[in-house]
């Protein structure tokens, strides 16, 4: 049940990130505004992580934890949404923190639009590529369907529309939407968002960078996993085509999306995988992923240089050599 005090509920999937944790949580109890709660759940840590939320508990009565057996992200999330109070929630990795200020200014932008989910930019810190600017020079408030089409737009260039982190959801607009995240080892953010983003109303688009995300290179999401493409990438594409659909746009970003992933799991394959060869096999014998191959228009390839590698894909995953 939402608390009238409580403006904003900060949920934290914590699974084996000790190391982190105090910086996150500091980070949060050190905000310069009331009205806010952190929901943490300990997904069956093996490390120290859940003594020390129990210890942060003990000193704050803003902590409440929440201890369950290993389930996976999503589901720690999931059951973060049920135990929320505040009006909103923001999901916070707990390897990452948030930046001073950021609650209150929040508020302040939220409060007087009641808007189903606001976006904000984050910044990276670690080993990696940086994302692009963020697109937003001001606040833009989305109430129809042209309005929300291109605010997603200009996140996907951004590559911020898949992230959890750096956006607020109003707890009504999930209950009563059903919007949950799914139990995917992979991709459960793009699902969860792509799914959101189909059935929201109003959008508020902030030109603030309010989130710090950690690039780690021990993270699931950087490494070579030979499921990721059966476990997925097909379904977020899917998702994304959904969304794309229901806001009367073409399924272009999700086909470029799609050629990113191939190109991005071919690099993969080569600088990680011991069985370099064996995988390009498996990759190779995707019925989906060949399908997705073939229907891919060339006109939604984004440059030549992409044409090229689309065409040479097709023979390859026709059983036929690309000449040259």
């Known amino acids: 049940m939402v608390r009238a005090d409580l403006f904003l509920s900060l949920i934290l999937p914590v699974y084996n990130v000790a190391e982190y944790l105090p910086t996150c949580l500091d980070s949060i109890l050190s905000q310069d505004a009331d009205g806010l709660e952190v929901v943490a759940v300990d997904d069956g840590s093996t490390d120290d992580s859940g003594d020390i939320l129990d210890h942060y508990a003990s000193r704050s009565g803003k902590i409440r934890v929440i201890h369950q057996r290993n389930q996976g992200v999503g ?12 009006e909103y929630l923001w999901f916070v990795d707990p390897d990452d923190w948030i930046e001073p200020h950021s609650v209150r200014a929040l508020a302040a932008a939220i409060r007087p639009r009641s808007t189903d989910i606001a976006v904000f930019g984050f910044r990276t810190v670690g080993p990696g590529s940086q994302p692009p600017p963020w697109p937003f020079n001001e606040a833009r408030f989305a109430e ?14 951004a590559r911020r529309e898949t992230s959890s982190c750096n956006k607020i959801y109003s707890k009504s607009f999930l209950m009563n939407t059903g919007v949950r995240f799914s139990d995917a080892r992979y991709g459960e953010d793009a699902i969860f968002n792509y799914r959101a983003f189909r059935v929201v109303e109003t959008v508020l688009a902030l030109p603030d960078i309010w989130y710090v995300y950690r690039l780690r290179p021990e993270s699931v999401s950087r490494k070579y996993d030979p499921t990721r493409w059966s476990e997925k990438e097909l379904g977020v594409i899917k998702e994304m085509k959904l969304l794309l659909a229901s806001l009367g746009e073409a399924p272009t970003l999700a086909n470029r999306r799609f050629l990113w992933g191939i190109f991005r799991e071919i690099r993969m394959i080569a600088r990680e995988s011991p069985d370099k060869i064996g995988d390009l ?20 390839c984004a440059n030549p240089r992409q044409i090229a590698a689309l ?3 097709r023979m390859a995953f026709a059983g036929k050599r690309a000449p040259g």
Do not use: C, H, T, Y
């Open 75 to 86: 589901a720690a999330r999931n059951s973060g949404i049920s135990a929320a109070r505040g």
């Open 281 to 300: 096999r498996a990759l190779r014998a995707n019925e989906g992923v060949a399908e997705m191959l073939r229907k891919v228009p060339l006109s939604d």
């Open 144 to 157: 129809d369907q042209k309005e929300r089409a291109e605010i997603f737009r200009q996140l996907v260039a």
């Open 311 to 313: 065409l040479a894909f």
